[in-house]
């Protein structure tokens, strides 16, 4: 066997992997065989030396796709790349185009196409994921991340909905952590909201004053944040008829509304009727929230309490969870959660019950 060169040594999977150092600053390339490594490196060398070098590790999935789609203009068909644009940033970039390419985890995108799959048909979210997946699969060829994490995630059959799920709720210790660390960011309310609701990022984002009928005791769901091709957010309506539901109010959730209303009133002017608002008046964006909550893990990890990382949409299985480990029913909670099936809510309860049926097994009591 060859010897391999100084920095170099063999992966697990056969390829080879290089470090070298310059101006103190530590690279890593890949390559099948020394050759592939030596031009590499040159490269790399010769973009440094130009000053014209771009660090992949910071390079997100919006940037990435947009320097993709540019160099996608040439050899493509015109609808092909609308198409690529138009499922991209409607679908994929609100969930996870601010994730750093070389970051993103195969449980987020699983959660993308489960959260696609409640909303749309099968055939659309198919498309999403294929335009994602070469996307990703590019972003191999060209150095930035050793293996796709969408490898091996199955297209959905043409009537199924996403059955291949990570369900990441939070332990009731990490959601009191959070929480409190959660507190002192501005979307502390939104987060809060979410969390007590099992609402999505859209939903609450598009909510309205006029929404809360406090009359009925529920939140009236019928908008959502909507994404036009060129990746601009507007106030629409769900894609279900299952999406628009009634959510009923409670003293906890009405506690958080009030806290919203003397927030927001120093943000946006009084003819404004949304609940929710960026930092600078604009519709809250799904990047905001999950960047508030890697900022609070982040904090937590400061602090030597680490905890596994997770998206917006853990606050939805988290209020699942509670809500069934607290004996709530399936129908209910599928109307709450705005399921389209009651299957998609049973997949829930298959991964909470489990974890509750000792707990019921040892209150249970029966006389012999």
Known sequence: MARLGAGTRKRADGTLEKRFTIDGKRYSIYGKNAKEISQKEQEIRKKIEAGIYTDNRNLTLDQYFAEWLTGKR????????????????????????????????????????????????????????????????????????????????????????????????????????????????????????????????????????????????????????????????????????????????????????????????????????????????GIVHNHAINRAISDALARLEEQGRPMEHFTAHALRDTFATRYIEQGGSPQTLKTILGHSSLAMTMDLYSHVLPNTKQKEMDNLKIVV
């Open 74 to 281: 040439n050899g493509t068909k015109g609808n092909t790349l609308k198409t690529y644009r138009s499922y991209y940033y409607k679908h994929i970039s609100p969930q996870i185009g601010g994730r750093k390419v070389q970051q993103l985890e195969r449980r987020e995108i699983l959660n993308m196409q489960r959260d696609i799959s409640e909303r749309l048909a099968a055939t659309t979210c198919n498309g999403v994921m294929r335009t994602l997946k070469v996307v990703l699969n590019d972003a191999v060829h060209d150095d930035i991340i050793l293996k796709s994490p969408a490898d091996g995630i199955k297209a959905l059959k043409e009537t199924d909905k996403a059955t291949e799920t990570y369900h990441r709720a939070l332990s009731e210790q990490e959601q009191k952590d959070f929480m409190q660390e959660m507190a002192k960011d501005y979307y502390y309310e939104f987060v809060s909201l979410l969390l007590c609701t099992g609402m999505r990022i859209g939903e609450a984002a598009a909510l309205a004053w006029s929404d809360i009928d406090y009359r009925q005791n529920v939140i009236h769901v019928t908008k959502t944040v909507t994404f036009n091709e060129n990746g601009t957010m507007a106030i629409g309506s769900p894609k279900s008829e299952a999406g628009k539901r009634d959510i009923p109010l409670n003293d906890t959730i009405k506690g958080v509304l009030s806290d919203q209303r003397k927030k927001i009133g120093n943000v946006l002017p009084m003819n404004d009727n949304r609940i929710f608002a960026s930092v600078y008046g």
